[in-house]
Structure formats: C-alpha cells, structure tokens
C-alpha cells in the first residue's frame, strides 16, 4: 500500500515533513541560487563511482546556510521582525541571517566565536549592512549560543536557530530536492557533513520520502562528534570538550529536533577510524542504510588541499567533510554518489595550520627535542648523520640553553616520505644525542598545532 511523502514522513514520528520542506522550495526559491551539481572526473576514478559535487559553497552567501535562515524569517510574524532577530553562529548561518535581515529589513544582533575566521566575520558585515551588529563572544559556538539566548530573555528580540528548528532544517532540505531534480537518476549515496544536525536532518527526510532505497552517510569530525554521541547514548549529549578547528561543525551538543529526525530515521554509528586501524578495510553501504561516522582533522585537511590542487575549490573544513569520507567506503562499481560541499568560507590564512595538519597526518611531519652537546660542528653532525637525503628541518628552536654540556632544542622535521620515520627514528638511536619524539595526542603536542 503507497502513501503519500507527508504521510510517510509522520509515521515514523519524525517533528519534520517533506511537506514543510515543499513549502520552503516555494518560499526560497526567489532567493537561493541552485547551485550545481558537478561531476568530479578525479573522484570517480578513485572510487570507481560516479562522484558529484554538490556545490553549496557557490551559493551567495557560500554555504547552503541562507536556505534555512531565510525560510525561518520568511516565516516570522510582524510583531516578531519589529523585535528583531537574534542568532549564534560559527560564521555560516550569521552571513544567511544577516542577508536575510538587509533583504527584509529585519534588524539582527548576530554572536560568534572569538577565533570565528576574519573572512566569516567580514562577509557577515558584508552581507547585512546596517540591518546587523556583529558581536565577538567566547570560544565556541555553544559559548555564543548562550551569549545570543541572554540576549533574547533581556530583549525579547527573536530567535533564529542555525539547526534546532524544524523552519531551519525545512530550509536546509531543499538542498535534496535539487540534487533530484539534478540528477538523471536517484543517487544510490548521498553523503552530508552533520554539525548540529539541521542540513542532515532535512535532507533525510526529503530523500527518505522521495529515493528510500538511497544510502546516506553524515561525516562529523572526531574532535567534535556530537551527533555520534547522541546516537550511542539515546539522546543529544554535551561533549566535555571539542576541537574547533572544523568551525562549521564543531558543536558540542547536537539539537533536539535534528537527532529526533536522525533516529526516527534509522541511522547508526559506525566507525570509519576504528576499521581502519584494524584492518585497513573500508564499509560497503546496502540499500536505504543511514550511518554517522566521523573523520580525523587530519585527513580533513589533506583533502582541503587535494580538492584546491585538483578541482580549484576552496572548501572549508566542513565543507570537504562529506569527500574526505569517500576513502573510507566502498562503492559499487557506476554507482552514483553525491557529496555535499556545504560551504566555502576559508579564510586564506588558515592555510598554514591546515597545512600542518595534513602532514602529520600523512606521516611526513614529526616534531623531536634534541639535546645539542654545546660544542663546535654539533648541528652539523645532526644533518649529515640523522637526518635523510630528502628530510629537511622545517622548525628549529632553543628551548633551554642554561646548561653548559646540552642545549635542548625543539626540532620539527619533514620527510621526503613517510616510509623514512623508522630510518631516521633508528639513526637518531645511534646518535650520541638525548632525542625525545613529541607524540600526536600527547599534552605537550598540543602547543605546536
């Protein structure tokens, strides 16, 4: 017996239906760009797939962000738009809200992070003009959230969610709408970087409806997996920490209303990372399965800068989630698999770091202290000696030098490959110098990335 999407959406409880989501493609659609749908000739071949690029970080704002703010304020009462608009942001949802403001004249107070990218907080000011008041608070996103909900009890301003409204992740749905009107065919993969879960949340529920038998995958990064723990423990959970490098998906707590859609829908944990480690092998998706994995920054990164080099795109962290776990899953051979690239908001100087962590990742980049004998040709010795023919000496820095027999020093060293660590780990072994390797994860490593 068939029913109808909106019915089928309600009978498995879900707070979200694809007819609201109709309503917000009707309600947009005057003001969002549809944004291709890009087939990625690199992609494909590397997985055997056929890979398209959903790519969001062309919209106006360049992110997929403006479908869900401005579905919700399209929506607000005249009592509500003369209140104002208040919301928190990591950069991305703010710049949809603040063109939503100038577009509807709406004044706006927007809060992000204190470490929110230059480039983000420009293009916010960019994009609302005097209709919005750029406020700087906190950490974190969560840190802004709560500076924004104070602000709403002392002014009774209104709220505009980024996720944990269903008028947002309505918006946010449309995204799936286009991939299908997109497509020749119903993509048998469709893989979504989750933050706090909004854009997922629309696009399961809009696809689920429309192509049930497509497999999803929604990518979080390790450092910020809010999504993965609500899965595992029944119900959205505060991380104690998180890293906020992958600014527009580091979220300590997922919304209420996205992780009921998540588990109405199914979805499950698995863990890419921990296949990985064991084996080396990758997960193969059935039909109409719904999984959450999550990403090392990592690997993030190293697939920021291979989509730059080789497509020209300049993907934010978030948005190169949803590619960088195409590694991690096998595909059918022709298969057809979309990937969202959510946004395009890097600041250029963030290069560096992303840089930096995507050599360690790969293996190439190690950081070691040396204790120098301090005496004539010592750092000489150390280069012809311990160091490779293809190694190079990328950071080298005193850190204690009150000892008149040993200097120790912090040394960062790159390899020609990642294959040359046990070579040099064993050389410097054989060293007449005290060497100590500074491990990733450990306390002190942190301080150098």
């Not at 770091?353 to 040396?370: P, Q």
Request: proline share 5%; charged share 20%.
């Amino acid at each position: 017996m068939s029913t109808s999407p909106d019915t089928a959406a309600r009978n498995i409880t879900s707070p979200l239906t694809v007819g609201e989501i109709d309503a917000a493609i009707e309600r947009i659609s005057h003001v969002i760009d549809a944004t291709p749908l890009q087939w990625s000739e690199r992609l494909s071949a590397l997985t055997g797939a056929n890979v398209y690029l959903k790519r969001e970080d062309l919209q106006v704002v360049r992110s997929y962000k403006l479908r869900g703010a401005y579905n919700l304020m399209a929506q607000l009462a005249p009592g509500e738009r003369a209140a104002g608009v208040v919301t928190a942001s990591a950069g991305n949802h703010a710049q949809g809200v603040a063109f939503a403001c100038r577009a509807m004249g709406i004044v706006g107070r927007i809060y992000v992070p204190s470490n929110t990218p230059k480039q983000k907080r420009d293009r916010i000011r960019a994009h609302g003009g005097e209709f919005v008041e750029l406020i700087l608070t906190g950490e974190t996103y969560d840190a802004a959230a709560a500076a924004a909900a104070a602000d709403v009890l002392r002014t009774g301003a209104t709220m505009v969610p980024p996720f944990d409204d269903a008028r947002t992740a309505a918006g946010q749905g449309t995204i799936a709408a286009e991939i299908l009107a997109q497509l020749e065919t119903v993509p048998d993969t469709v893989v979504v970087p989750v933050g706090g879960g909004g854009c997922i949340a629309g696009m399961a529920t809009y696809l689920r409806a429309h192509a049930p038998r497509t497999a999803l995958v929604g990518v979080e990064p390790t450092g910020a997996a809010s999504m993965t723990a609500a899965l595992v423990a029944g119900a959205p959970v505060t991380l104690s920490e998180i890293d906020p490098f992958v600014d527009g998906a580091s979220v300590k707590r997922v919304g209420d209303l996205p992780f009921a859609v998540v588990s109405a829908l199914g979805a499950e944990v698995v863990s890419h990372t921990a296949l990985l480690q064991a084996d080396g092998s990758t997960i193969r998706l059935d039909p109409e399965s719904f999984v959450m994995t999550n990403l090392d920054e990592g690997a993030l990164c190293t697939t920021m800068l291979e989509m730059y080099q080789n497509e020209g795109i300049i993907a934010e962290p978030a948005g190169a989630l949803s590619v960088a776990a195409l590694g991690n899953i096998t595909f059918e051979s022709g298969s057809t698999v979309v990937c969202l690239v959510s946004g395009g908001n890097n600041d250029v100087s963030r290069y560096g770091e992303i840089l930096e962590r995507s050599l360690v990742h790969l293996g190439l980049k190690h950081y070691f202290l040396v204790d120098f004998p301090q005496e004539p040709g010592a750092l000489r010795r150390f280069l012809d000696e311990v160091l490779g023919p293809e190694d190079d000496i990328t950071l080298f820095e005193y850190v204690k030098r009150n000892n008149r027999e040993t200097g120790a020093a912090l040394v960062g060293i790159e390899l020609g490959s990642a294959d040359g660590l046990g070579d040099l780990l064993e050389r410097m072994e054989h060293s007449q110098m005290q060497v100590e390797r500074l491990e990733p994860g450990s306390p002190a490593y942190r301080y150098l990335t």
